[in-house]
């Protein structure tokens, strides 16, 4: 009997069930299990391969091998297809190596190139395009968690971010994987989210708008990009832009979270690069972007040809990169290095250095034993040029060299080689110089000024994978050392979060054993590894290769490190290390100089010494930057070795900073993983990505994962998909059930080792294994119940067919016998029919002939009656024109003798009168030749005078009144002050005698009183007199003045008389009206001072002026809510003009001071503009009560539109009257006060002032274009004597008008829609996506048991809440009467936001997409059909479209071909990717069978990868803007109406 274990893990291995078995091709294939034949012994298992049936693969093994192995060397199971497309390779019911490689697979295939496994995201290079990168992409990941979305390097970028917030520590992203994978991409775009996301939970976070835009910061961040790419990225055969150094971003943060700086540090610059490129590789891209894209005069000064024509370029003979332009590479890079922060100058500086590089490549050394170099080489020349260096100096030390030792110098000659190895050096130091001074200068561009101020940092680590090669140098090495490095802080980590866990839950667990890497870390690190030996035979004079292998074949030759270390067998100038992912063989050759990498003091002095103060420069700046680093296990060596360390223990020192920084962050990991060596775009190859998944570290989690408790899940989860195999009782709503009684429930019956599980505090742990056969229970348990069902449907549908049958016999009797007795009475219903037929026959042709004849007599009679009626008429119609013609011939004799006789008459008159009329006129105008008119004016002047001194002889009359009235209240003042010491005494005298009050105290008292009245009125009528004195003395001043002026007067009109014979009247009117005006402001002054002290002033403040006269029409981007701060010419006018106005003036601007006509006093108004202003302003605009306004309060008309007429209404007369520019003032400060009005208000308190504003604005357009009609028609008319120039003015500024208040009516319905869509954005998605309002079909992400018995949270809004808020704002635009093309525009704005918000969310939700999902979804959209519909605006529905075709989608079937063809014929609207995330997201339940890999990759080959317009999702609404159409001026007439509850002051 096989133990209880073991017979579980074979029950499993049921007919059909699927295993992988290894494949040389394919990696490891399927194959479903034919036979399974077990007894107490063996196990035998024959398996079928699926794509070949006639291959068969055999399982044969012992109880007793199983039993030692636990089982572990039976064929690893297939997960079903349901998993086979998870997201996470830890979700696997069957968690191996070929599953993983099946699902990667699937999910590529399937253009998914993105997959979780664990903490690892693992992405796979698509080669081609892919829309996962787009802006809104990046804002749909910003605040979501890990889990929610799809797999992406943004789910890992926002983990990272959201750590740092949290936690307030620092993070780091490794992101590795071989050349080609996407390392760089992957990179790039990380620092792009974190530049771009825009973070609104955060406080003090900077926002973003919908554009995505960034600070100079981020920009230069991202900059760093182009410039890190043309420097250090190169051509490879297996990427086209792969990273030839290891790279570490700090992204700094401050404590707000906004990007303060970042930091770059770099890793192992691949040097020989630019010497030597391999077949079909490149150098660095800058060269070959310098060779096509310098200009013209540049090129001829760096003496710059094509790539072909330079040494260093044209080795491999490939220089271009297919679908790339260096020219505009070239570009880019400049524009990179200028937002950095380096010069224009400075950039061709470097330009310089990089040319003489290439022609340092091309000098040619000649020589057999010596090399010879001869002195006008061309390239030397140029190379020498550009360097500022001396030519015959670095001629002499590239040939030779100098030995230096104690006593003596010797130069001896080199060989060719050995001098194309100097000049190779050379070029090699210089370019790693400029690289790191590059990298200086861009860190210090980069770096936060202020340091403290950087509170947290994101890493982004972009290095270089696992490398494997034929030939294999000290790059691999370095290289391969740093992956161990990671690898081993990797699994660390990973062991880290398994043991957290199993802590956190409390559960019993032991050791995990992982391979550790310690010891090939130690042999390549240690004081006496491969770095020190490789550095201590680097600084032997006589230090080789051989002699450096030598050493390591002494070292490491012990059994310690025989799984580690390896000599092979043919070759001595090699050795194997034993790494983690591969057995790596390594040549020595070149191991030495590499590692030494030393320039020849001679060169280093020369170039010190350059003339080129950027080539000196920047080596100090880049010496400066590596600094001398002297290794802690060579202290005995020479100083001069100390100042020169060797680029391994460089390596060595940087990688040991890095893994120090990496261990005090919080690390995430993303693998890249390259499906094929070609780089074709889809091409997926198994045992490609299989060694890749070894190499970066995956393979090698899960089996960490495997050797403890791999499947984890909550109890509400495993209640939820197990809850079936125990009894109801367990699980019922209706008995209370409790999750973790029911996980015990299934636990304790169905597995009966408890090591195969462990229960947590919140989760079950089980064994890998465990979760297949918890699977298979489930699918027997519910194979019965679907048993048991189909035997009671069976029996149920086959008696349902039987009394079918039986009462259809029956019913087809009853109709038989029906069919006979309707014959028989149909027969005789047809004879009876035939005789009433021949009855009415025959009547109807009888009657038919005598109608006949009778229409025949009749129609004679009247053809004769007509004829002799129409010749009686004809007669009549002669003697009638005869009369009339008489009659006028007459009347026209006798008007005409009457018209000659009056006018004749008239034309005497006229000389009658016209002759007395001349006389008259000539007597007028000697007498106004004469004086006596002007005398008579003098008269009337007099007569003035003298009203003035009746005045004030009326005034002193007063005062004698007055004085008299004052003496007379002396005396009785004296008389009651006698009483009152009279009785002052007797009451002293009765005080010692009366103890209480008396009548006579009462009378004192009330004495007492009277006499205070008295004094009272006493000073009062002092007050009086004193002010009447004043007032008769400044009346008397004024008489005098007035006298004097007269007596002047008279004295001119004589001297006028005695002068002029003939006087000028126009000189005479002048002097008239100066005196007039002189005497009207004494007038006036005097009336003012009097009732200036009754009537009190109104207050009054300056306001500045926000809006330019006449804005710029052709600009329609400057909308009238963007208030410039600068004023034109007018505006400063009047500015000063209002400086000038001052307080007392304001306060003598009255309204009873203005009298005469009406034209008078509508002047007198205008003139007082600031005043108007501000009461217009106050009145009209700012005190407008808007809960009055509310429904449900009623409102006529006349309320609604009262301040757009009373506006224009004034606005019109003031530009009637003249008063153009003052009206278009007054018109901006409205517009402005209105502005503000609905700016202040936000939220749902901004729907009523907006929509009320809405309308009066378009009421006011409608009113300024009506009434300047009218005002254009009377000014043709020229009833005021208007002319051309001025009706001109007023039509400019009419049109200035009109453009201002569009412009305010385009903003302040885009405030108003802004607002909306606020308040929307919070609703939309819980509403529509996520309430269920149709019953019966209720989606519950948590299944059955979790949403029953636990209970589900319902969403925060529903549909009632979005129709509440339609209903509001069409109701309020319905009561202001907005037209239904302005509601329309509204609500379709809305209705766009709705449909892209929700489309935008449905396509990216994962697990969620389901037919109910779809159902509830589509019910929500009809619900606001329907509503749309009611109010008629059928039409703003279709932006609803795309989200009722993706519900549509959802719904319709999937598992065939044609099925495919039919929903991409009803979903027109999507586009291919979208159709393909939404079939990929799809959510099956557990009766419906998964979607194909025949039927994703039919969807999939519809994409095309080259279509930019091709993109998941839709473009984002903007929340703040929005078009607008301003529709028609109304059909508007002014009422002149005042509402009683608004006081108005003019």
């Not at 010797?410 to 130091?429: E, G, H």
């Not at 010494?609 to 680093?629: C, E, K, M, R, W």
């Not at 103890?995 to 009245?1013: C, F, I, M, N, Y």
């Not at 009320?1252 to 008319?1277: A, F, P, T, V």
């Amino acid at each position: 009997m096989p133990p209880p274990s073991i017979s579980q893990q074979l029950e499993v291995y049921t007919k059909g069930t699927e295993a992988w078995f290894p494949d040389d091709q394919e990696g490891w294939v399927s194959a479903a299990v034919v036979s399974n034949n077990v007894d107490d012994t063996h196990v035998k298992i024959v398996f079928q391969n699926e794509q070949d049936g006639s291959k068969e693969y055999v399982f044969e093994s012992t109880m007793a091998e199983l039993q030692k192995t636990k089982g572990s060397n039976l064929p690893p199971l297939r997960n079903p297809p349901k998993m086979e497309n998870t997201d996470d390779l830890t979700n696997l019911s069957y968690l191996n190596e070929p599953s993983v490689l099946n699902t990667i697979r699937t999910r590529y295939l399937q253009r998914n190139i993105y997959t979780y496994s664990g903490i690892v995201l693992i992405a796979t290079n698509p080669f081609a395009r892919v829309s996962l990168y787009e802006p809104d992409i990046i804002q749909q990941y910003s605040g979501r968690r890990r889990g929610e979305l799809e797999p992406h390097l943004f789910a890992i970028a926002e983990d990272a971010y959201r750590c740092m917030v949290r936690e307030q520590s620092n993070q780091t992203i490794v992101v590795s994987g071989e050349s080609g994978a996407g390392k760089t991409v992957s990179a790039k775009y990380i620092m792009r989210y974190f530049a771009t996301a825009d973070d609104k939970e955060a406080a003090g976070k900077q926002a973003k708008n919908t554009a995505g835009s960034m600070t100079e910061v981020e920009e230069q961040i991202l900059a760093t990009n182009p410039i890190m790419e043309a420097f250090g990225n190169a051509k490879t055969t297996r990427n086209d832009n792969s990273s030839r150094f290891g790279k570490y971003i700090e992204i700094q943060f401050d404590k707000q979270c906004n990007i303060v700086g970042a930091k770059i540090r770099t890793y192992l610059l691949e040097r020989s690069r630019l010497i030597f490129q391999p077949e079909t590789e490149r150098n660095y891209h800058i060269f070959y972007q310098l060779c096509a894209g310098a200009p013209s005069t540049e090129r001829k000064e760096l003496d710059l040809k094509s790539w072909t024509d330079f040494h260093y370029l044209n080795q491999s003979g490939t220089g271009e990169i297919p679908g790339v332009n260096d020219t505009e590479e070239f570009e880019l890079t400049q524009k990179s290095l200028s937002l950095v922060g380096i010069s224009v100058q400075t950039q061709w500086q470097i330009f310089r250095l990089l040319a003489a590089l290439l022609h340092i490549g091309n000098i040619e050394i000649g020589g057999r034993n010596d090399a010879a170099l001869s002195e006008d080489e061309p390239s030397l020349m140029k190379a020498t040029r550009l360097l500022g260096i001396q030519a015959s100096e670095f001629k002499k030390w590239i040939v030779r060299k100098q030995i230096v030792t104690r006593s003596e110098k010797i130069v001896t000659n080199l060989s060719p080689t050995q001098a194309q190895v100097v000049r190779d050096s050379v070029a090699k130091y210089i370019y790693a110089n400029l690289f790191e001074w590059l990298v200086s200068v861009v860190n210090d561009s980069l770096s936060c000024q202020q340091p403290e101020t950087v509170a947290t940092f994101i890493g982004v680590l972009d290095i270089y994978g696992f490398e494997h090669f034929k030939k294999n140098s000290f790059e691999q090495f370095c290289i391969n050392y740093a992956n161990e490095k990671l690898q081993q802080q990797f699994n660390q980590h990973v062991f880290k979060l398994e043991q957290e866990e199993y802590v956190r839950e409390k559960i019993d667990w032991k050791f995990i054993e992982f391979s550790d890497n310690q010891k090939c870390i130690e042999m390549i690190e240690a004081k006496m590894g491969i770095l020190s030996l490789l550095d201590e035979e680097s600084r032997l004079p006589s230090g080789t290769d051989q002699g450096f292998c030598n050493k390591l074949y002494q070292a490491f030759s012990a059994p310690t490190y025989q799984d580690y270390f390896k000599k092979p067998r043919f070759s001595n100038e090699a050795f194997t290390v034993v790494h983690y992912a591969h057995d790596v063989q390594y040549e020595a050759e070149g191991f030495i100089d590499k590692n030494k990498d030393t320039v020849p003091e001679e060169h280093l002095t020369l170039l010190q010494n350059s003339q080129s103060s950027f080539l000196v420069d920047l080596i100090q700046t880049a010496t400066s930057s590596t600094g001398p680093i002297a290794p802690a296990e060579t202290p005995k060596k020479s100083v001069n070795a100390a100042k020169k360390p060797t680029l391994g223990s460089i390596f060595k020192l940087s990688l040991i900073n890095l893994m120090d920084t990496i261990g005090q962050t919080n690390v995430h990991y993303i693998r890249c993983i390259k499906p094929n060596e070609a780089k074709v775009a889809w091409v997926f190859e198994p045992n490609m990505v299989l060694s890749q998944l070894r190499a970066c570290g995956v393979l090698e989690t899960i089996r960490i994962s495997c050797a403890g408790y791999p499947s984890r899940w909550t109890f509400e989860e495993f209640a939820d998909r197990y809850y079936a195999l125990v009894k109801s009782k367990y699980w019922d709503s209706k008995e209370n059930a409790d999750p973790k009684r029911l996980c015990s429930a299934i636990l304790d019956t169905y597995i009966n080792d408890a090591d195969k599980y462990q229960i947590g505090l919140t989760k079950i742990f089980f064994r890998a294994g465990q979760l297949a056969y918890m699977e298979k229970l489930r699918a027997d348990r519910w194979n019965q119940c679907a048993i048991l069902i189909q035997k009671n449907m069976r029996r149920y549908i086959v008696r349902a067919r039987y009394l079918r049958m039986k009462e259809l016999a029956i019913g087809l009797q009853q109709i038989a016998r029906k069919k006979m007795g309707q014959r028989k009475l149909e027969l005789l219903r047809q004879e009876k029919a035939a005789i009433v037929i021949q009855k009415n026959w025959r009547r109807y042709t009888v009657r038919k002939d005598y109608l006949r004849q009778r229409a025949r007599i009749v129609a004679i009679q009247a053809a004769i009656r007509g004829l002799i009626a129409r010749k009686r008429y004809a007669l009549i119609r002669q003697h009638n024109a005869a009369v009339q013609i008489q009659r006028l011939v007459r009347g026209w004799v006798v008007r005409k003798r009457y018209h000659a006789q009056r006018n004749h008459i008239i034309r005497i008159q006229t000389c009658v009168r016209r002759r007395i009329a001349r006389r008259q006129l000539m007597g007028l105008r000697a007498e106004a030749r004469s004086v006596s008119h002007f005398k008579e004016v003098s008269y009337k002047l007099e007569n003035k005078v003298v009203e003035l001194t009746q005045s004030l002889n009326k005034q002193k009359d007063e005062k004698f009144q007055l004085r008299s009235k004052a003496s007379q209240l002396e005396q009785q003042v004296r008389t009651w002050i006698d009483k009152y010491d009279k009785l002052d005494r007797k009451a002293k005298d009765l005080e010692g005698v009366i103890g209480k009050p008396t009548e006579v105290e009462e009378g004192w008292s009330k004495l007492q009183h009277e006499r205070d009245s008295l004094q009272e009125e006493y000073i009062t009528s002092l007050t009086k007199l004193k002010q009447q004195d004043k007032e008769i003395a400044r009346l008397s001043e004024e008489l005098t003045r007035q006298k004097d002026e007269v007596s002047k007067l008279r004295e001119t009109s004589q001297s006028i008389v005695d002068t002029t014979e003939v006087p000028n009247m126009s000189e005479l009117k002048q002097q008239i009206s100066t005196l007039k005006s002189q005497l009207s402001q004494t007038l006036n002054k005097t009336r003012k001072q009097h009732v200036s002290r009754h009537i009190p002033s109104r207050p009054w403040s300056n306001r500045e002026r926000r809006r330019g006269v006449s804005p710029d029409r052709h600009n329609t981007h400057n909308r009238h809510h963007r208030k410039s701060k600068s004023v034109s010419g007018e505006q400063n006018e009047n500015a000063e003009e209002t400086e000038m106005c001052t307080e007392k003036q304001v306060e003598e601007l009255e309204v009873a001071d203005i009298t005469g006509s009406p034209e008078e006093i509508m002047h007198a108004i205008f003139k007082e503009e600031m005043v108007l202003q501000r009461e217009i302003v106050e009145t009209v605009v700012k005190s407008i009560n808007f809960a009055t306004l509310s429904p449900p309060n009623s409102l006529a008309r006349k309320d609604l539109f009262y301040p757009s007429h009373t506006i224009a209404i004034i606005s019109i007369e003031m530009c009637r009257y003249g008063y153009v520019a003052a009206a278009e003032r007054l018109l901006l400060a409205v517009m402005d006060a209105i502005d503000d009005v609905c700016v202040d208000n936000e939220g749902e308190e901004a729907i009523v002032p907006c929509l009320y504003w809405l309308s009066n604005i378009h009421e006011l357009y409608s009113l300024i274009i009506s009434l300047g009609r009218q005002l254009e028609k009377e000014m043709q008319g020229n009833k005021r004597g208007s002319t051309d120039a001025e009706w001109h003015e007023i039509e400019k500024t009419l049109e200035n008008l009109k453009y201002d208040l569009q412009s305010l009516e385009d903003h302040v319905f885009n405030h108003v829609a802004s607002e909306l869509k606020k308040k929307l954005s919070k609703m939309v998605i819980p509403a529509i996506v996520e309430s269920q309002l149709l019953p019966g079909f209720n989606a519950t992400e948590s299944g059955r048991f979790h949403g029953k018995s636990l209970g589900g949270t319902q969403p925060a809004y529903t549909m009632e809440d979005v129709l509440h808020l339609f209903n509001t704002s069409y109701a309020t635009m319905k009561r202001y009467e907005i037209e239904q093309a302005i509601s329309e525009q509204l609500l379709t704005e809305l209705l766009k936001y709705i449909g892209v918000s929700t489309f935008n969310d449905v396509v990216m939700r994962r697990n969620f997409n389901s037919w109910k999902r779809a159902m509830q979804i589509q019910y929500n959209l009809t619900v606001l059909e329907d509503w749309c519909k009611s109010h008629e605006m059928a039409d703003a529905t279709l932006q609803l479209e795309h989200l009722m075709q993706a519900t549509k989608l959802l719904q319709l079937k999937k598992a065939t071909l044609d099925d495919i063809k039919i929903i991409y014929d009803v979903c027109w609207m999507l586009t291919p990717v979208q159709v393909q995330k939404l079939v990929q997201n799809y959510a099956a339940a557990d009766y419906e069978d998964p979607i194909s890999h025949d039927i994703m990759r039919a969807v999939v080959s519809r994409v095309n990868n080259g279509d930019k317009a091709d993109s998941i999702l839709l473009d984002q609404v903007s929340l703040d803007d929005c078009a607008y159409e301003v529709t028609e001026a109304r059909d508007v007439n002014t009422e002149y109406y005042v509402p009683d509850n608004v006081s108005v002051q003019l």
